[in-house]
């Protein structure tokens, strides 16, 4: 191989680096799908700001974090009448010939410093009275999460809950059966950042209820194993390395402890090991397959899968007690339970007519609701707030998230560029 | 032209470790491994045309299962019962792989996996074949060997 020719070769690779590695950044897109039908209508007035061009465009983010909830509609920016930066310039009646039953505007200022404050207002269009007035501040990287923040105060503002705007999700993408990534992003999508690289798959991503740490299971000793990973920092600790199953990790509240299974004993069964004191005890004593463990809000109980009695259905065990009690009673596959943050539901993987969707049981009734209308949907993961719910679907072949509020309402999904994209874990409140 | 074909092979397989390479900015150790697999597999395709000549009986190592079953079907008893008589002749360390289809819940299709490759090793072991030769391990359906066919996903791969 002659050199001009070898420098050829080096410039197309370099080329085609360049072309991999900006398809890489691809980021989730939202494609709302469903909305409530009577959406609160609320007027964004373009954010004020003198300065050069930012990098992010601040009211079109909070635009689509509250329209992402599917409870608002918002004014679209080309019928508003006038742009107010401030109270002073607001007349309520432009703002009710729209429609909008709410108006915020903002108005961001950059301190000697270089530091950012944007200072924003909600207004009560009918009533006519500023419900607010509050001030972020950020650097330049933050102004996403600036403007998240904003969402997160209107959006409690006007519904009485608790905006999760500010949060983010982790989940596993697999480009094929020998690449495999552990993500972490916005709870929009926005800025995926790789927390895990393997040739080998990642599985079961759970948050620490600090938000500061992430567990999950890797094969990348050839094997099953669980680690746990320190977000800021990067440091990984292997946690067990047992013969058969290490799966399934799930942090109590307190954080002390983590559920996990473990098959080493001869099947999978559910073990909940001190992080502390590194002592695993064994909570489930069945031949069948007992997995996924998840924790009551009291972490006094472990809910978990079992097949034991002939099918798939979820149980709970009271860990001082060892009494198990089953849970689920319609239909023959439910699976992989998770608790909705007011303990009154219990959503779960449930086959219906052959077909696997998300469903959420009133734990009073034991009435089952089934959320999803997609198919082979799994791995329901709930927002901090309770309002809405992530899951992995599949669209057009491809593995994907999905969204879903408690009740059904409101639907959204976040497909990827390219690569499946599956097991979405929703972060606690940092 | 076996010249020719043999500098287009190694310029493929040059590019394919390259980009490889490039890919991973990660901070495990997997990258260096990552590049000289994507190069290796380019070479053993290269050979596998000739290899499909060979019409040597070879066993089945692939065994396939019912859903959410771990029944181990007719054809893939008399199959692990020449395995096993083979086994027993020459001893060697053999891997059992349990897989599942995508329907179901991620980690209770990694139990699936399990439970599918246990029963493999358990036949084989009733054959009287050395437990200690057997590994088994679960893969539930992160690896799937078909993207369309559950029923080809729903396997124990001895390897």
Not at chain 1, 196 to 225: C, N
Not at chain 1, 335 to 355: E, T
Not at chain 1, 375 to 404: C, F, Q, W
């Amino acid at each position: 191989m002659n050199l001009p020719l070898f420098r050829l070769w080096q410039l197309l690779l370099v080329l085609v680096c360049f072309t991999l590695s900006s398809q890489l950044r691809a980021e989730l897109t939202i494609e709302i799908t469903q909305g409530v039908d009577n959406p609160t209508r609320i007027a964004i007035a373009p954010f004020g700001w003198d300065g050069a061009a930012l990098p992010e465009n601040l009211d079109s983010i909070v635009e689509s974090d509250l329209q992402r909830s599917g409870q608002f509609s918002t004014i679209p920016k080309r019928d508003m009448l006038s742009f107010p930066r401030r109270e002073a310039d607001v007349y309520y009646r432009d703002w009710r010939m729209l429609g909008s039953e709410y108006l915020l505007l903002a108005n961001m200022e950059q301190t000697p410093e270089g530091e950012y404050q944007l200072t924003f207002e909600l207004f009560d269009v009918l009533s006519q009275v500023k419900l607010l007035r509050k001030r972020v501040d950020g650097e330049l990287s933050q102004l996403r999460d600036m403007a998240h923040f904003v969402s997160d105060v209107v959006y409690e503002t006007i519904t009485g809950i608790r905006g999760a705007f500010s949060t983010k999700i982790v989940y596993v993408e697999a480009f094929s059966s020998e690449r495999y990534r552990l993500m972490m992003a916005d709870a929009d999508g926005a800025r995926p950042r790789v927390l895990l690289k393997s040739k080998h798959p990642i599985m079961s991503p759970a948050w620490s209820p600090d938000g500061r740490q992430v567990a999950y299971v890797s094969f990348e000793t050839g094997r099953p194993a669980i680690f746990r990973q320190e977000l800021a920092s990067g440091v990984r600790e292997q946690l067990t390395n047992f013969k058969g199953l290490n799966g399934a990790p799930a942090w109590s509240p307190d954080g002390s402890k983590m559920a996990l299974v473990l098959s080493k004993d001869g099947n999978p069964e559910i073990y909940v090991l001190d992080l502390a004191t590194r002592k695993f005890s064994r909570i489930t004593r069945h031949f069948a397959i007992d997995t996924e463990p998840n924790w009551t809000l009291d972490g006094k109980g472990v809910i978990f899968t079992s097949d034991r009695g002939g099918k798939p259905q979820i149980y709970q065990v009271t860990l001082a007690s060892g009494r198990t009690e089953r849970l689920t009673f319609e239909g023959d596959y439910n699976a992989r339970p998770r608790l909705s943050p007011d303990g009154k539901h219990l959503v779960m993987v449930h086959r219906l007519n052959g077909v696997f969707h998300i469903a959420a049981q009133d734990m009073k009734t034991g009435m089952i609701r089934v959320l999803t209308e997609t198919h082979l949907d799994e791995s329901p993961s709930i927002a901090p707030n309770g309002a809405m719910l992530m899951y992995a679907t599949k669209y057009r072949g491809k593995g994907i998230l999905g969204a879903v509020s408690l009740d059904a309402g409101v639907k959204f999904r976040l497909p990827s560029k390219q690569g499946d994209v599956r097991e979405p874990s929703w972060s606690p409140y940092f | 032209m076996f010249t020719k074909a043999l500098k287009q092979s190694m310029g493929l397989a040059v590019v394919m470790a390259a980009l490889a390479g490039c890919s991973s900015t990660s901070t495990t150790d997997t990258a260096a491994t990552d590049s000289s697999a994507t190069a290796s597999s380019v070479d053993s395709s290269a050979v596998s045309g000739s290899s499909m000549d060979d019409s040597m009986a070879k066993l089945d190592t692939v065994f396939y299962f019912d859903f959410d079953q771990s029944v181990l079907k007719p054809e893939a008893r008399a199959a692990l019962t020449a395995h096993a008589a083979q086994l027993k002749a020459s001893p060697r360390s053999v891997r059992l792989e349990g897989h599942a289809d995508e329907r179901g819940t991620r980690e209770y299709n990694m139990a699936l996996g399990e439970r599918r490759a246990k029963a493999v090793r358990d036949f084989l072991v009733l054959q009287g074949v050395d437990s200690s030769n057997l590994e088994t391990i679960s893969y539930g359906e992160e690896r799937l060997a078909s993207s369309s066919s559950h029923e080809m996903n729903r396997r124990v791969e001895l390897k």
